[in-house]
């Protein structure tokens, strides 16, 4: 609760944050301040959350609500957004993901057609209370009292719908009934054991169907027929759907003659921006399919779009600031997460004074030709440097030519004596720090499976052999770059991109506090999980061996991603900040499955200890 308060004060300085610690505290507090968000941290769930927000509803028709769970899929609650009022974010999530979810929902979010105020208890429906019992994997009942003395029961068990039942329906076509009631008032009940099952699949389907039934059998609302635009044309392009509605909400308020187009990948994004031809494009570096360079180099390379300015945004700063040095259409940056006015302010400069250069004919760049540096950037912070020298060879690796993400500025160059761990070629030990999600114990108390994510993408690199060691330019620290997968979900490759900072080693901590500690049942008879709730969880170092399987270089042969390849699928876990080189500290582990981010990067890791 700490660290979500701590972030409200950055992405939404102008509001104040009052934290509640149960509903009975929440009532009081939403008398007295009259909330714009209600931000419920629904894992683990807990009850009397439909009667609650019954109570909102009335009190506090306008304000909107962000649950945190994880129990509703991404693909769920993107659907859902333009259906109700309540609006999901999954656990673990990203900072800027939740920055930008409460940016949106604390803006004018507005349906584009009728301009009705979009996600707000107003709008609270029966479906939401399902859905947030499914999210909290809840055993319950709904109670639903209809007009005209008509009643109903929703069950729930272990957050599955499983049946539903009125008066003369039972199933889904009970549910289809209760879903046309208008402003049904709900309770949350027990559920026996004993009822029956009358809904079987998905809940999900059953629920959007349903609801979709329902709304087909109201009469369509009169809109007024949209004005039409005459404002400057922008496309934005980004994945994070709650961050397109916050920067095209932000944009149209600023200036509502805007002619604002969106896409949710670069495919999508060269489409629209074919189409539309717009003013300015506001990219994002991480896309699902195609990364921003792709996109900048596809726009470069169609004569329609080549001169059309673009402003990219992005957390990963090293690759957004190259992709601006390569690529002369980015004509400014912005790094995420970032407020309203800084957005507007870069936005209304941008297309005022951004005008780009003819250009020559594009191609894959040569690898004797030096990448242009970009024509503007946001700030003085990343001055254009000169060509760095080449790199020099490596020993038994085979350089790979391609355009990926390099240096502007070439870090310092700084060795290392690195303990030997093995005498194979080309060997190399990765370390990573790792914050424990949950451990799982077993009945005799020793550890079990440990769910763990990176504390930063901030790694180390150890190089074994000499001759390797002595040819390698050790740089002064390294990211975590795209991760591939095997057939069973574990690791086979990562790339390392090199960065300007030096590697900080963070420090360690070797327990949980009891006080802040959720003791889980896995199943009734083997094991128990412990789950960090504190700001500050369990953190340990994670110690790995790859293979150097290559270098990507770019044109003027700088090194811009290092290739590794997996050796094994066992790691060492420690928790000694300072135990590289000590191999026989720490436990052994085996990697049982890799979770990725959408842009291919490691989101968490399983591990089971080796006995």
Not at 168 to 190: D, I, N
Not at 358 to 363: E, F, I, N, S
Not at 465 to 491: H, K, M, S, W, Y
Not at 516 to 535: D, K, R, Y
């Amino acid at each position: 609760m700490a660290a979500i308060g701590s972030a409200l004060k950055k992405f939404a300085p102008q509001h104040a944050t009052t934290v509640a610690r149960s509903l009975a505290e929440a009532d009081d507090l939403a008398a007295q301040i009259q909330p714009a968000l209600f931000v419920v941290d629904f894992d683990p769930a807990y009850p009397g959350l439909t009667e609650f927000f019954q109570r909102m509803r009335h009190t506090h028709p306008d304000a909107r609500v962000l649950v945190i769970g994880a129990g509703i899929s991404d693909k769920i609650a993107a659907e859902w957004r333009s259906l109700g009022a309540l609006q999901f974010i999954q656990k673990p999530f990203e900072i800027a993901e939740f920055g930008a979810a409460v940016q949106a929902l604390l803006g004018p979010w507005t349906d584009s057609q009728s301009l009705r105020s979009r996600g707000t208890l107003r709008s609270h429906t029966l479906a939401d209370a399902i859905l947030l019992q499914c999210a909290g994997g809840r055993s319950v009942v709904l109670q639903a009292t209809g007009p005209n003395g008509k009643s109903g029961e929703i069950h729930m068990a272990g957050g599955q719908l499983v049946h539903a039942k009125t008066t003369k329906q039972s199933g889904v076509e009970a549910l289809e009934e209760m879903f046309a009631w208008p402003e049904p008032h709900l309770q949350e009940t027990e559920r026996a054991t004993s009822a029956p099952r009358t809904i079987h699949g998905p809940w999900s389907n059953f629920v959007f169907e349903a609801l979709r039934q329902a709304n087909a059998r109201q009469p369509a609302p009169v809109s007024p027929a949209p004005i039409p635009k005459t404002g400057k044309k922008i496309v934005v392009v980004d994945d994070t759907e709650m961050l397109v509605i916050f920067v095209e909400d932000t944009l149209a308020t600023a200036d509502p003659q805007l002619q604002i187009t969106t896409a949710l990948n670069g495919m999508s994004g060269l489409k629209q921006i074919e189409r539309v031809l717009p003013d300015l494009v506001l990219l994002d570096y991480s896309l699902p399919d195609l990364t921003g360079r792709e996109v900048c180099i596809g726009l470069l390379q169609n004569e329609k779009t080549a001169r059309i300015p673009v402003l990219m945004m992005s957390g990963h700063v090293p690759e957004m600031m190259q992709t601006a040095a390569d690529c002369h259409n980015v004509v400014a940056t912005i790094e995420k997460p970032f407020l309203s006015e800084a957005l507007v302010a870069l936005v209304k400069q941008t297309l005022e004074t951004a005008r780009v250069p003819k250009p020559k004919a594009l191609a894959r760049p040569k690898v004797s030709e030096t990448p242009p540096v970009a024509r503007t950037t946001v700030t003085d912070k990343h001055p254009a440097a000169p060509p760095p020298e080449p790199a020099e060879k490596l020993p038994s690796v085979e350089p790979v030519v391609q355009t990926a993400p390099v240096l502007s500025e070439r870090p310092k160059v700084s060795s290392i004596a690195a303990p030997v761990f093995s005498t194979q070629p080309n060997d190399v030990v990765l370390a990573l720090f790792l914050e424990v999600v949950s451990m799982q114990l077993t009945s005799s108390l020793r550890m079990g499976a440990i769910r763990a994510k990176p504390s930063s993408s901030a790694v180390s690199l150890h190089v074994s052999p000499a001759a390797l060691r002595a040819a390698l330019p050790v740089e002064t620290g390294f990211e975590l770059g795209r991760v591939e997968l095997d057939a069973n979900g574990r690791i086979a490759t990562v790339r390392l991109i090199p960065t300007r900072q030096p590697f900080q080693r963070l420090p360690t901590r070797n327990a949980f506090e009891i006080g802040g500690v959720a003791v889980v049942p896995i199943n009734s008879h083997e094991q128990v999980q412990l789950t960090s709730t504190t700001a500050a969880p369990m953190r340990m170092q994670l110690l790995t061996h790859f293979e150097l399987a290559g270098v990507e270089l770019s044109p003027n042969f700088q090194v811009a991603q290092l290739v590794l390849k997996n050796r094994s699928h066992k790691v060492r876990v420690t928790l000694s900040s300072e135990a590289v080189g000590q191999e026989q500290t720490g436990a052994t582990c085996e990697t049982a499955s890799v979770r990725l981010d959408h842009s291919a990067r490691i989101a968490e890791l399983l591990l089971n200890p080796i006995k």
